[in-house]
């Protein structure tokens, strides 16, 4: 038995009868695969035939006590290094955007902690529908990798995308994102501390200002980088977000916290400053609630002190800065000029801009720029999850090209 594997989930489409020779191409590559067939895809294919190809059980019920007792739904997801879902039909493209999960492949879909690489096939008009692309656009936000289908002449006698893609080119696609999964990890060896989130800073008990940040980019980043191998400390202000696989979360509220926090973390190789820290809080916290009116005077007079600039805190440490730090530069107008200041001001290495005159705070999607000392690259809009994972390619590239030695691995 291969020592790589995928858990295939087979939909119920015309194309299924292909995901038996997608089986044996990648047993032939040295890839084993584990199957669930659903309902549907046991109309077109048999798990007699799936089980002989794949040398193994095929699962399909997700009441059957049989399969319960060998292995439950739940291990059954996470047996393999990635789950691969060929053919995707509509349905399970739109079950897995809704979070459905009312059968063993969308139960198996939610439960899993590994990537998801959907192939999709269906009828040229049920691709192009609204609810198809919006179902993919909403897959594809939350890290799963949709390919795309084929164009050509359909089974149904149409014609259009929504072929299933070359066996070859889906195991070329398989065997790729394993390599990335299972092959050696750039970072390994290496500490990166990130701050994400706002910061509250209070005000009275139970006022406080802060900001629209929802730490989606920073949490994204913060997973991206532990997925290369690195050990991330993710000092994060109050966000509605799980923390992402792996990295250990420090949960504060104030930007003098975060400061802390981020002292008590060093050393690291790499600091990236996503969150937006308040850069004022109230001079002073009222011990009770403050009155609208004090008896006989107006409103009150917010008086505000300047809080500590973490970023070029440990940009200028003299002694154990970390070798890389990241700045982020949220601007509404002239990005990139006001983002180089940044970067000089600040005394940081690279700094991601983005132009937050749109929906960037909160939003999903998010258009950077990446100022070095060496000029401007500027990136096409996209997800923050693959934002998050080029700039984590990123950072890896800087330490195979500076070939320094870790310094801060525990
Ligand atoms: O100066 P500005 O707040 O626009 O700079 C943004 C960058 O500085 C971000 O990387 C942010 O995380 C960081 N920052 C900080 N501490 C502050 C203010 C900003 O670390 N008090």
Request: proline share 6%; charged share 25%.
């Amino acid at each position: 038995m291969s020592s790589k594997r995928i858990l295939l989930i087979i939909g119920g489409g015309i194309a299924a009868y292909k995901s038996l020779e997608l089986i044996r191409t990648l047993a032939k590559r040295g890839i084993s695969s584990r199957c669930i067939l659903t309902k549907g895809g046991a109309e077109f294919v048999t798990p007699l035939s799936v089980s002989a190809l794949s040398g193994d059980k095929c699962y399909s019920d997700l009441f059957s006590l049989d399969d319960e007792a060998e292995m439950g739904h739940i291990e059954l997801s996470r047996s393999a290094d990635l789950v691969v879902v060929c053919p995707a039909t509509a349905d399970l493209l739109a079950k897995a955007s809704g979070g459905h999960a009312n059968d063993l492949a969308s139960t198996t879909l939610m439960a899993t902690d590994k990537p998801v690489l959907m192939v999709p096939a269906m009828n040229v008009r049920m691709w192009e529908h609204a609810a198809t692309a919006r179902n993919v656009a909403t897959l594809r936000a939350d890290g799963v990798d949709v390919m795309e289908p084929d164009t050509g002449a359909m089974a149904c006698g149409e014609f259009g995308p929504g072929r299933l893609p070359e066996v070859e080119v889906i195991a070329d696609r398989v065997e790729a994102s394993l390599a990335r999964l299972t092959g050696p990890k750039p970072l390994e060896g290496r500490h990166v501390l990130l701050t994400a989130g706002p910061t509250r800073e209070p005000m009275d008990p139970v006022r406080y200002l802060s900001n629209h940040s929802s730490g989606k980019q920073g949490y994204a980043i913060a997973g991206a980088l532990a997925d290369l191998g690195a050990r991330v400390t993710l000092v994060s202000g109050p966000v509605s977000l799980a923390p992402p696989r792996g990295v250990d979360l420090v949960q504060v509220e104030t930007a003098r916290q975060m400061m802390a926090a981020c002292e008590a973390a060093l050393p690291a190789d790499v600091f990236v400053s996503v969150a937006a820290v308040a850069d004022w809080r109230p001079a002073t916290r009222a011990d009770r609630k403050l009155k609208l009116k004090e008896e006989g005077k107006g409103p009150p007079t917010l008086s505000l002190s300047e809080n500590p600039d973490i970023l070029a805190t440990i940009s200028r440490m003299t002694e154990g800065r970390p070798e890389l730090v990241i700045g982020f530069a949220a601007e509404t107008d002239s990005v990139e000029e006001n983002a180089a200041l940044k970067r000089e001001r600040k005394g940081c290495d690279w700094i991601v801009a983005n132009d937050v005159s749109g929906d960037v705070m909160g939003g999903s999607d998010n258009e950077i720029a990446l100022v070095t000392a060496t000029g401007v690259e500027r990136w096409p809009r996209m997800g923050k999850l693959l934002v998050a994972r080029q700039l984590a390619e990123r950072v890896a590239d800087y330490f195979v090209d500076s070939g320094k030695p870790r310094v801060a691995a525990e």
